[in-house]
C-alpha cells in the first residue's frame, strides 16, 4: 500500500524565515502534486511535478521531486502571513491522475 | 461560475438517515472524484468516475452509492448514516488523458451525523 508522509505536522515560523516541507513516498512515481488549503476551505493547486528532477517556483514557494528517493520539498522563502494554511502533497502512482494519494498535510502558521 | 460545485455545503442529520450530496463540475473534465476528509485532515479517494463509468471504488463501505447520470454531475448518496460519516467530502474533476492533469476541488460538503 502506497503511503506518503509529511514533516514536520506543524510548523510555526516567524515572518521572514526560510523553511522546508518534506514529503516521502513509499512507491515509485513519477508525479506529484501540491496542494494549498486554508481552514474551513477547499484544496487549491500550487504545483504539478512530473518528472525527476522537476522544479517549480511561485513567489516564495518552490517545490522540487527527486523520484530516485521518492521524495519532494516544498521550500518556503521569507513567509510572509498570508502563507498560514495545510498544505499537501499527492502522489499519482497511475500516471493518469485518476487517484491521488495524499500526505499527511503540515499546517503552517506563520507568525508576526 | 464555479469551477466545481457541490451542495449542501453543511449538512446536520441524525443518524439512520440516507442523504445525498451533488456536485457538478463545467470545466468539460471527464474524470470525476469523491474525497473524504476526516476530522484530522487525512484526505482519501473514496470513487473515481470516467465518462460515467467506476474506475476506483476504495473499499467504500456499500451504504455509500455514487451516481453519475452524465459525465458532468456526480452524485453522492450515503444511506444509514453512521456518526463516523461524520467528515467533509470533497467532489474533484481532472482530465483522465494527458500529462499533469491537475485536479480541481470543489468547495467541501462538512456532514454532520448526530
Known amino acids: 500500500e502506497l503511503k506518503v508522509e509529511q514533516n514536520p505536522l506543524f510548523l510555526s515560523m516567524q515572518e521572514g524565515k526560510n523553511y522546508t516541507i518534506y514529503c516521502n513516498y513509499s512507491t515509485t512515481s513519477d508525479r506529484l502534486y501540491w496542494y494549498r488549503q486554508d481552514p474551513g476551505k477547499s484544496l487549491e493547486s500550487l504545483f504539478v511535478?512530473?518528472?525527476?528532477?522537476a522544479v517549480k517556483q511561485e513567489g516564495r514557494l518552490m517545490a522540487s521531486l527527486d523520484t530516485k528517493a521518492r521524495l519532494s520539498t516544498l521550500h518556503i522563502t521569507a513567509a510572509v502571513h498570508d502563507l498560514s494554511a495545510t498544505y499537501f502533497c499527492?502522489?499519482?502512482?497511475?500516471?493518469?491522475?485518476?487517484?491521488?494519494?495524499f500526505g499527511t498535510g503540515t499546517r503552517l502558521q506563520v507568525t508576526l | 461560475d464555479t469551477a466545481v460545485s457541490q451542495t449542501p455545503k453543511y449538512l446536520v442529520t441524525q443518524m439512520g438517515n440516507d442523504k445525498s450530496i451533488k456536485c457538478e463540475q463545467n470545466l468539460g473534465h471527464d474524470t470525476m472524484y469523491w474525497y473524504k476528509q476526516d476530522s484530522k485532515k487525512f484526505l482519501k479517494i473514496m470513487f473515481s468516475y470516467n465518462n460515467k463509468e467506476l474506475i476506483i471504488n476504495e473499499t467504500v463501505p456499500n451504504r455509500f452509492s455514487p451516481k453519475s447520470p452524465d459525465k458532468a454531475h456526480l452524485n453522492l448518496h450515503i444511506n444509514s448514516l453512521e456518526l463516523g460519516d461524520s467528515a467533509v467530502y470533497f467532489c474533484a474533476s481532472s482530465r483522465i488523458t494527458g500529462a499533469g492533469n491537475t485536479i480541481y476541488f470543489g468547495e467541501g460538503s462538512w456532514l454532520t451525523v448526530v
Open positions: 511535478l512530473l518528472s525527476n528532477g
Open positions: 499527492a502522489v499519482d502512482p497511475t500516471g493518469t491522475a485518476s487517484k491521488l494519494t
